[in-house]
């Protein structure tokens, strides 16, 4: 059985290099206002709860982000981020290596009130003060691309370990009726 190569988000990963880490803590407000633009990496090691759902993480998360206003004159950011990620494969329980590539569109909110009123398409941040923690808010956007299940693209555990073995009409015999008990009962009831 030959293993084929490793998906890889080579463009992004390359210069994830060059790239210097974005600020943990930001003011959303002030970014839309600046029309500012963030492109950068976030260290894995700062991402707990993506290190304790993945077996590891392959490098940094490679971000690039655009504050504004859109149309309705809602504050958002909007970009992609991209990251190598192993999880634990469902079929033969041995590391697979998963690109996660996400498209962001979230808009900043200061309540959850105005988060309801926001469109369908935005993902609603509610910044509670000042800062806003944007380690935490794209790790959460991860969290959400991981794969349900993660398995090989080829057929890691051969087909008949697939299959069971027994012999299902003899499994029938042998299973009790739960309600067997109940019918005796009801049957020696009704001769009193």
């Not at 105005?114 to 398409?121: A, I, R, W």
């Amino acid at each position: 059985m030959s293993i084929p190569p490793q998906k890889s988000g080579q463009k992004m990963a390359q210069n994830s290099a060059q790239k210097s880490a974005l600020p943990r803590r930001i003011d959303a407000r002030k970014l839309v206002q600046r029309g500012q633009e963030l492109d950068g990496i976030v260290p894995h090691d700062a991402l707990p709860r993506l290190t304790a759902s993945t077996e590891s993480i392959e490098g940094d998360v490679t971000v690039s982000l655009a504050f504004a206003r859109d149309l309705q004159r809602n504050q958002v950011a909007t970009g992609k981020l991209e990251l190598t990620v192993n999880l634990l494969c469902q079929r033969c329980l041995q590391p697979v290596s998963e690109v996660i590539e996400a498209d962001i569109a979230l808009g900043f909110v200061w309540s959850e009130e105005q988060g309801n009123s926001l469109p369908k398409s935005l993902d609603p941040v509610i910044q509670d003060g000042d800062e806003l923690d944007l380690y935490q808010v794209l790790e959460d956007e991860i969290l959400l691309n991981l794969p349900m299940v993660a398995y090989h693209d080829w057929d890691c555990v051969a087909q008949e370990a697939f299959q069971s073995h027994s012999e299902e009409p003899e499994a029938e015999e042998q299973r009790e009726n739960p309600f067997k008990v109940l019918e005796q009962l009801k049957g020696s009831s009704n001769k009193s």
